[in-house]
Antibody
């Protein structure tokens, strides 16, 4: 069974940093592009970032480019999102998702909540 | 790529047909997916390739369209279908989601 479990969320002040993790099981992690999608409270889905199976290619939404860094450890079957210079508007539930070549997303984690507030 | 959805809210009676629209600009061929999300749950993939149902999705869900205009049809709404529906393009990076259509009970 495919499982994705996010962790690392919490309360952080504006300008602060946080690292999210997504531990996966039930599939060959290195074969899949992985993605972060976020959802602000009461709002819609927002694509954030993706990384290829080897980690050689990364992609970012313009709104997080230069502030967020996506990475993965294929030995630990874990996806990461390093977030810095956090803004109030980054407050959201962050989901990791497995997609076919980073196209559409057939498996999702339940998310980890990031709250940016002073 | 800009992705829009209409209407924002759709009020439908159980057993009726629901038709949801998604527009992309510019053209995305058939690189479009649809998701269903219920409160407190992660999104669930319904349709990919504009018209291919994902594994385990009931036949009452169907997708159509190509280029810039797409439609998700739920042929006969069941109680478990009342939710928010999102479309998402994957023709180009960065991927983008539409703002969603809430399907509520009339």
């Amino acid at each position: 069974e495919v499982q994705l479990l996010e962790s690392g969320g919490g309360l952080v002040q504006p300008g602060g940093s946080l690292r999210l993790s997504c531990a996966v099981s039930g599939f060959t992690f290195s074969s899949f592009t992985m993605t972060w999608v976020r959802q602000a409270p009461g709002k819609g889905l927002e694509w954030v970032s993706a990384i290829s199976g080897t980690g050689d290619s990364t992609f970012y939404a313009d709104i997080v480019k230069g502030r967020f860094t996506i990475s993965r450890d294929n030995f630990k079957n874990t996806l990461y999102l390093e977030m810095s210079s956090l803004r109030v508007e980054d407050t959201a539930l962050y989901h990791c998702a497995r997609g076919v070549g980073g196209t559409y997303f057939e498996s999702w984690g339940q998310g980890t909540l990031v709250t940016v507030s002073s | 790529i800009e992705v829009t959805q209409s209407p924002a809210t759709l009020s439908v009676s159980p057993g009726e047909r629901a038709t949801l629209s998604c527009r992309a600009s510019p053209s995305i061929s058939t690189s479009l997916a649809w998701y269903q999300q219920k409160p407190g749950q992660a999104p669930r993939l319904l349709i990919y390739g504009a018209s291919t149902r994902a594994t385990g999705i009931p036949a009452r869900f169907s997708g159509s369209g190509s280029g810039t205009e797409f439609t998700l049809t739920i042929s006969s709404l069941q109680s478990e279908d009342f939710a928010v529906y999102y479309c998402q393009q994957y023709n180009i990076w960065p991927r983008t989601f539409g703002p969603g259509t809430k399907v509520e009970i009339k």
